[in-house]
């Protein structure tokens, strides 16, 4: 017998318990830093030694947190189910917790490729892209084809790639699971509607969420405490 499809969407609110910074809420990233100055195309080619350094100190800071109980459970799923996580983040709890199936929507924080991979029939080309784990990149660093290198990250004002590829995981599941993230942030806010009729819709956050969908269960707790909650809810049904 073949196992249940979870899908699982996570956002910065899933990691916010292993002391890594969300960027909307207050005393967020986007409190200290203009999010269009580091995070957006323009502010790249504006000011690229800006940007290197901002992911530079977030490498570094991610190096010194663990994955929290929550990743953990989401791990754990795959015990009983055939579980695909699609996130938000760029950072690597959710590998590091023990998940196989991670698919980064808008990047990953320990890779970097040439600032001139673009292409358009991904984005950009998978196979530039290296890992360079919690180390720094530097203007200057060049990539084998000469390019500088920049952060493997889908900045403001760049595609989203594996868009695609996350409608089709979205399509396929017997339950959709939302964690830590407000919603707020498109394409990806909008994966959840792509459900089947009648999939069940868990969404974990403490915070009210801009949803009405009669499919959708909130559950209105910090990601840990919300899987317990949600892992009982599996064993009851």
């Known amino acids: 017998m073949s196992k249940k499809k979870i899908v699982v ?12 910074k969300t960027f909307r809420d207050h005393g967020g990233l986007w ?25 530079n ?22 015990q009983d189910y055939d579980v695909a996580v699609i996130t938000q983040n760029v950072d690597n709890l959710h590998e590091r917790a023990g998940s196989t199936r991670v698919l980064h929507l808008h990047g990953e924080m320990t890779k970097v490729r040439p600032e001139n991979s673009f292409n358009d029939q991904d984005g950009f080309s998978e196979k530039e892209v290296f890992d ?12 084998p084809n000469g390019s500088q290198l920049r952060p493997h990250i889908v900045f ?22 939302i964690v830590g993230t407000s919603l707020n942030v498109y394409p990806a806010a909008g994966l959840y509607r792509y459900a089947g009729a009648g999939v069940p819709i868990y969404i974990i956050d403490p915070q009210d969420v801009p949803v009405s969908d009669s499919r959708v269960h909130h559950i209105k707790e910090v990601a840990t405490k919300g899987m317990e909650t949600f892992m009982n809810i599996l064993k009851n049904k």
């Open 9 to 20: 969407l996570t956002g910065a609110g899933v990691s916010a318990e292993s002391g890594i």
């Open 31 to 55: 409190d200290q830093y203009d999010p269009y100055d580091v995070a957006s195309i323009d502010g790249w080619y504006r000011d690229r030694k800006l940007v290197l350094d901002f992911y």
């Open 57 to 78: 100190v977030r490498r570094k800071q991610l190096q010194e947190v663990q994955p929290n109980a929550a990743h953990l459970a989401i791990a754990g799923l795959e």
């Open 132 to 143: 360079i784990g919690y180390g720094e990149i530097h203007l200057g660093d060049k990539a």
């Open 156 to 177: 403001f004002g760049e595609a989203v790639p594996s868009i695609g590829k996350a409608i089709d995981l979205v399509m396929e599941a017997n339950i959709i699971l």
